[in-house]
């Protein structure tokens, strides 16, 4: 076991909103170093939104990822020679960082031009409660609800 625990980095703000979780976001949609390129991407997505909805972006994105973080999830251990998942809760800062990849991505996979407008829609789509990453939130929910059963177990 470990002597002690690792310290926790300092995110920065980020420049736009004065934000740690923005700068969270940008780093986790960053590719190869190029930060800035993340930066311009996501400030491009926020203005999409606001032309799009005339409401606050960055309240917007809070909101969706309010609505993509998922509370539990499900793990697998081996019991007996046989393997059961087992719902556990979720730390929130993990919550955050899953939430945050889950916009990501879906964002990537999304049809449209240029990734500023695949992630301004995905973003949109989650604030309302719908899109790819707020179904994979209940997926995973309706998972470990399908699973309570072997709580017990607790990994």
């Not at 311009?40 to 606050?56: C, G, L």
């Not at 917007?60 to 509370?71: R, S």
């Not at 990734?115 to 995973?140: N, Y």
Request: overall charge positive; proline content about 5%.
């Amino acid at each position: 076991m470990r002597k002690r625990k690792p310290k926790k980095r300092v995110i920065a703000p980020d420049p736009r909103f004065g934000d740690p979780m923005v700068t969270q976001f940008v780093n986790n949609m960053m590719w190869e170093g190029k930060k800035s390129v993340s930066y311009t991407i996501f400030y491009d997505a926020m203005d999409k939104i606001e032309s799009r909805t005339s409401e606050n972006p960055h309240d917007m994105w809070k909101k969706a990822l309010e609505n993509v973080m998922p509370a539990v999830e499900v793990r697998s251990k081996r019991i007996g020679g046989a393997t059961f998942q087992i719902p556990t809760e979720i730390r929130p800062a993990r919550r955050l960082s899953i939430g945050m990849k889950w916009l990501i991505r879906f964002s990537r996979a999304r049809s449209g031009k240029g990734m500023a407008e695949k992630l301004s829609a995905e973003i949109i789509a989650a604030s309302k409660g719908e899109g790819a990453s707020v179904k994979r939130r209940e997926d995973t929910h309706r998972m470990a609800e399908a699973n309570r059963a072997f709580a017990h177990f607790k990994a």
